[in-house]
Each structure stands twice: as C-alpha cells, then as structure tokens.
C-alpha cells in the first residue's frame, strides 16, 4: 500500500537523520552539500542568492546549490529522480502536482511546520491524508498585458465576449490580436469556468469530467474562435516565453502571469532580453473579463510548493533550507519579484503598482484543478493540451470534448 511506502521511505530518513544514508553515503556532520531544485525563471536571482548565502552562513561547512528545472522536468523526470540514490533534497513542485508526490511517499511530512501563516490555498493543495507535505512557496495568477503602442485608441473589453472581438478585430498578419498558442491549457480553463463548464468533479466515489459538458463545450467553441480568427500564435505551441512576439511587437493582448512583466522589461543586455526601451516601457495590465462587465472570468490560480525530499542523504539540512525558502526574509524577495508569496506577511512587499492590482483582482475569482492524487497523473499525459491543440486546428469540439472526458475518467477512476 502507498502509505506503507511513505512510513517505510519515512524510516529510511530517520536513519538519514542519525548518519546512515538512503543513498550513496551521507555528508559528515561537520559540512555537506544540499541541492534545491526551483522550476523555471520564477524565482529571482535576489532570493536564490539569500538563500545560498544565509544557508551556508547558518550551516558552518555546509554548501547549497540551486538548480534550476523545467515544468516538463516536474511532470517528466522529478519522480524517477526523487526515488533514486541521488535525490535532490529540496524540490519546488506545483500545487496540483504535490498530492501525488506525497502519495508516492516521495515528500517527508512537515510535521512541525506552523502553517497557519500561510495562503489556505495552497496549505490545503500541500496537505495529504490529514499531514502537510510541503510548505507554500508563491502563487499566481494570469492577467492581460499590453502595450498602447500596439493595442493603440482601442478601449479595453469590459466582458469576456468583448475581449475576443477585440483579439478578433485586432489580428493582422503579423500581429495576434490575442496570443494564444493551442497547448496552453491554463489559459483555456477560464473559458469553460466561465460558462459555468468544469473540469472534473466527484460525484461519490466517482470523477465525472467536464469538458463536454454544456458550458463546457460553450466556452471551448468561443475558444476555438480566438485560435482561429485572433490569434497567430503556433496551434501546436505552448506558453513557453511569450515576451520574444510580445517584444516583437506582435501581440496586443497577452494573458500571462504576473511575473512576466520582468521578463518584458528585463535590461536589453540581460542573459534574455525584454523590451524596457520600446513595448515594455508603457506596460499596462488588467484583470481578464468575465461574461458580464463588472465581473472578472475565473482564472487558474496557479501556484508552487516546496517539499523535501523523503531520500534525501541530508534531511535535518533540507528542512533547514526550506524554512528559509518558506521564512519572511526569502518571502519578501518572492515579493518584491512580484510573485505573491505563500506566507500572507510578505505580501506587504508586492509592488503598489496597476499590474500586481490586476493580479490581486484576478485571484479573487480563482479555481483549482481536482483535488486528488491521480491529477498529477492526467498533467503528465498532457491530454487536455493535445485536446486543444485539435480544437486548435479546427476539430468538432463537442467530439474532441467528449474523448477528452473519457481519457480523464479513466485516470481519475482508476
């Protein structure tokens, strides 16, 4: 059984702790090596230095690390890597992707771990069988960004239907009226919350999907309309770097997170450029409509964890380092960064400026994926991307719809 796997991998770390390693040979007590994995450009430079430099000076002997992953990494490769003899000893993973880990007996329980501090959000998608098993790192949410150079005397869209005829009479040749590449399925989901569709929902001891549902299928026909008539954005593409075209002059309305903005305005002679001098330099923002003016449409409230790892050689150390990741000093810099942090006192420190009011406006009308163990399992197939990469292309929603449903009961009933 599972949980057996968690208190037998749980027993291993206790051995760690005394100085018998679950690997390949543990550090000495007198100094080590912790390595932490962060996904993607997320984290800033400011809060992976602190973090290095206050775990070294709090660790005599020890050195810390930080390697940066990729999503695909997390869905991919993370739990090979996690159950091997050289594990990482902290990882970052996504909200929705942390009950599975835990339910391989991959994470050690924070048992000790004084969440009440911290977003609920993102302490209940930690939390796993009554135990917390990981601690909130930042969460986020996507808005519109765009530049008056490019979206020019065009007024701003006061519901969701407005919106795609904005994108829809904005689209040129060369500009996308709305960037929207087939296989970002975070930015697919407020149109089916919208019209009151869903993704899964428990029904007893059963998941019925609901993608094809009426709503359902409601917002993914008006999606299929921005693929095809607004946007010129790759149908097979994903949400990889948007400001390369947005910096380009290319896109109007960009539906991104939050911390996009730093890579849009980043330095021209950074490591990856943005557009400080030309679109970057009025860039503006707001909260993504809703199908009545007033209201905003339901966004993914996306999201990171931070977990250590059950095989870690170190334990006593990675718990270390992650309550610096999880501590006011290193929250604050997630902060500052424009990420809003998993610990509410830092929140202080996001910036007072239109976008990150944007950003809190959006959260406010914010959903999650299903909240069961096998989600992580429908991610790593990447169906609903392949879905809508075929909606896309011009393919019968309601029939696309319908398979989809299917391939998600079938994960989630299994």
């Not at 019209?195 to 409601?218: C, L, N, R, V």
């Not at 991104?256 to 030309?278: L, N």
Request: aromatic share 8%.
């Amino acid at each position: 059984m599972r949980k057996l796997g968690i208190v037998a991998l749980g027993a291993v770390a206790a051995l760690t702790l005394a100085g018998c390693s679950a690997g390949g040979g543990s550090d000495s007590a007198d100094g080590g090596k912790i390595t932490v994995w962060v996904v993607g450009t997320d984290t800033p430079d400011t809060a992976r230095e602190y973090l290095k430099d206050t775990f070294e000076s709090e660790n005599e002997g020890w050195t810390l690390t930080v390697e940066e992953k990729t999503w695909a990494d997390v869905s991919d490769t993370y739990a090979a890597a996690l159950q091997s003899n050289d594990s990482p000893d902290v990882v970052e993973v996504g909200n929705t992707q942390t009950a599975s880990f835990a339910d391989q007996g991959l994470f050690l329980p924070l048992s000790d771990f004084a969440a009440d501090d911290y977003l609920p959000g993102l302490v209940e998608s930690a939390t796993y069988d009554g135990d917390l098993y990981a601690a909130p790192y930042y969460a986020g949410g996507r808005i519109v960004f765009y530049s008056e150079q490019v979206l020019g005397a065009t007024p701003l869209p006061a519901t969701l239907d407005e919106y795609v005829a904005t994108g829809t009479a904005l689209k040129t040749d060369t500009v996308s009226g709305i960037w929207a590449p087939g296989r970002d399925w975070y930015n697919a989901l407020p149109y089916v919350w919208a019209h009151d569709g869903f993704i899964a929902e428990q029904e007893g001891d059963e998941w019925k999907a609901g993608f094809s549902s009426e709503g359902g299928i409601e917002g993914l026909t008006q999606l299929q309309g921005v693929y095809m008539n607004a946007s010129n954005a790759p149908k097979d593409g994903d949400e990889t770097d948007p400001q390369v075209p947005f910096c380009a002059g290319e896109i109007a309305l960009l539906s991104a997170p939050a911390w996009v903005q730093w890579s849009i305005t980043a330095p021209a002679d950074a490591e990856a450029p943005g557009c400080p001098d030309t679109y970057g330099s009025d860039l503006r923002a707001f909260p993504l409509p809703g199908l009545e003016a007033g209201e905003t449409a339901p966004i993914f409230a996306g999201g990171s964890n931070i977990a250590v790892a059950t095989k870690s050689a170190n334990p006593e150390q990675a718990r270390a380092a992650l309550d610096i990741m999880a501590g006011e000093g290193y929250q604050t810099l997630l902060a500052e960064g424009g990420l809003t942090p998993g610990l509410t006192a830092a929140a202080s420190s996001l910036p007072d400026t239109e976008i990150a009011k944007a950003q809190a406006v959006a959260l406010e009308n914010s959903k999650v994926t299903p909240t069961t163990p096998k989600w992580a399992e429908v991610e790593a197939a990447q169906i609903i991307q392949e879905a809508l990469v075929k909606i896309a292309q011009g393919g019968d929603v309601a029939a696309i719809a319908a398979d989809l449903d299917a391939q998600i009961e079938e994960i989630l009933n299994s």
